[in-house]
């Protein structure tokens, strides 16, 4: 019994030993196919496959950032055509301000320092000092001088400025003399081009403003004066549009007063300064650049004319007065009115239409100047206006003859002026301040008739001489001279001079009889 007893004990420990084993296998048999499962993470790091990241990397990611700057390029490519090519797009040189070229300039104290009484300001090109024949001379100085003379007398008259013939009459002077604005085309120094500013009192010049030309767009833009002479307003190119700046003689600014993607174009000052007239060209064209909605093409949009505008200089605020096309500057009559003239949008050379208008700008409303009975297309030319807008003397052409007639802003004929017909647009006509004398003269050298003075209101002459002849006749502001141009034709060989009259035509002065050279009248001024 021992002994079964013991074989049994001995074969449960042999059992228990046996499972002891088994477990302790598996438990060292776990960690086996562990380090197997560690070449799992060895094949993790397999991506020491680093070569598929690295051509990840080198090739697509590398590619990727130079494709994007090929990309880059592709776009200038395709916008460089776009808009270099088409005017529209791209933009028209601009002028520049700027403050350069500055010259002292030799100015007689009489008119530095202020002068008394109206003067004449004129200009004589090629003046022949050396040569003592009074004939017209040989142009050979290439140069022009700039005189303010006395109206009665020729010993009283001051150089102001020696230019380069080039210039020209593009010289325009402020009404009471005191600041000079005038254009500098050197053909042989094309740097020094530009629009150039003399103040008389300080006798000084300087360039104002770099411009090739003062033609932009197909437009002359006339600088202009307000009436104390210290403000000047211009049109300037500013990119793709053409906007009114003003100029301050005081400050040496320079102020955008329209800033408007249309043109804007032909500022005229009122009388006392508060307003400007001008014409844009915004109700047919929004804007002229491309990137703006309904932009205008200049490839096939050109407009050289608009509407008639009024605006306000101390506020900035812009007026429309008249729903008229019109191609030509507005005149200001008095300080409420304006006149300007209706043109078709596209001008028939062989049947132009030329209407008058007058236009108020506080009620800002526009009437037409028709003559009554008068049918068919018109031909107003030659207009001018009495300071009350209660009369106009114009030609009316029908046929192939042209009439003046004196009307009323209704159309009212007041008178016809018979006996002196002068060429279509050949006529000059200037009202004295008063109303009270009308003088009538020719136009660019189609003079054929002496001096005209008309009574204001009968209409009766008051003085016909047969020489000197008259050209561009134009009252002093103060309405007591009359500045002309004359040929005398028993004098030397029919040369142009300048003269002076009376308000009624009388006791004329030649004031240029011992110059030697070509004359042009620019016109009054008074302190």
């Known amino acids: 019994m021992t002994t079964k007893l013991s074989l049994t004990l001995f074969l449960c420990l042999l059992a228990i030993l046996s499972a002891c084993n088994l477990t302790s296998e598996q438990t060292i048999s776990t960690p086996t196919p562990t380090p197997t499962e560690t070449s799992i993470p060895t094949n993790t790091v397999s991506p020491t496959e680093t070569p598929t990241p690295t051509q990840s990397a080198t090739v697509t990611n590398t590619a990727l950032p130079t494709s994007t700057a090929t990309h880059t390029t592709i776009p200038t490519a395709i916008d460089t055509p776009t808009i270099t090519p088409l005017p529209t797009m791209t933009p028209f040189a601009t002028d520049v301000a700027i403050f350069d070229n500055f010259e002292s300039v030799e100015i007689p104290d009489v008119i530095a320092d202020g002068f008394n009484g109206p003067l004449i300001a004129f200009v004589v090109a090629n003046d022949s000092e050396t040569i003592s024949n009074l004939s017209t001379a040989q142009p050979t100085t290439n140069t022009e001088t700039l005189y303010y003379t006395s109206p009665t007398n020729r010993n009283a008259r001051y150089p102001i400025l020696e230019l380069n013939a080039f210039t020209d009459d593009q010289i325009f002077i402020s009404p009471r003399g005191n600041n000079i604005v005038y254009f500098v085309s050197n053909p042989n120094d094309s740097t020094l081009n530009g629009l150039y500013l003399l103040n008389v009192s300080f006798r000084i010049s300087q360039r104002i403003l770099v411009a090739p030309s003062l033609i932009q767009r197909g437009v002359f833009s006339t600088p202009v004066w307000s009436p104390d002479g210290n403000m000047l307003a211009i049109s300037r190119e500013t990119g793709y549009q053409l906007d009114i700046f003003s100029f301050n003689v005081e400050t040496n600014a320079w102020q955008n007063l329209t800033d408007h993607g249309s043109n804007d174009i032909w500022a005229q000052w009122s009388p006392d300064g508060r307003s400007i007239a001008f014409v844009s060209d915004r109700l047919v064209c929004p804007t002229w650049v491309p990137a703006q909605e309904n932009a205008c093409n200049p490839d096939t949009d050109t407009l050289t004319g608009g509407h ?171 309405g007591t001279r009359i500045a002309f141009l004359g040929i005398d034709p028993s004098s030397a060989d029919g040369r142009v001079d300048i003269y002076s009259s009376n308000q009624n035509g009388f006791d004329a002065v030649n004031l240029t009889v011992d110059l030697r050279g070509e004359m042009t009248l620019l016109g009054w001024i008074q302190p």
């Open 308 to 478: 008639v505008f009024a605006l306000d200089v101390a506020t900035g605020a812009v007026r429309q007065l008249s729903d008229q096309w019109t191609n030509e500057p507005p005149q200001w009559i008095n300080n409420r009115q304006v006149s300007f003239v209706g043109t078709d949008l596209q001008i028939d050379f062989l049947n132009p239409t030329r209407t008058l208008w007058i236009a108020d700008t506080v009620t800002a409303q526009a009437q037409q100047v028709q003559l009554i009975n008068d049918s068919g297309s018109t031909l107003y030319m030659s207009e001018a206006w009495t300071d009350t807008a209660d009369r106009v003397i114009f030609q009316s052409a029908a046929n192939n003859a042209s009439s003046i007639m004196i009307a009323e802003p209704d159309g009212t004929v007041i008178e016809i002026i018979d006996g002196f017909p002068f060429a279509r647009f050949g006529l000059v006509a200037d009202w004295s301040p008063d109303g009270q004398r009308l003088v009538l003269g020719g136009l660019g050298g189609q003079c054929p008739y002496g001096i005209l003075v008309l009574d204001g209101q009968t209409f009766d002459t008051v003085a016909r001489g047969n020489r000197p002849t008259m050209c561009n006749p134009t009252f002093s502001l103060d």
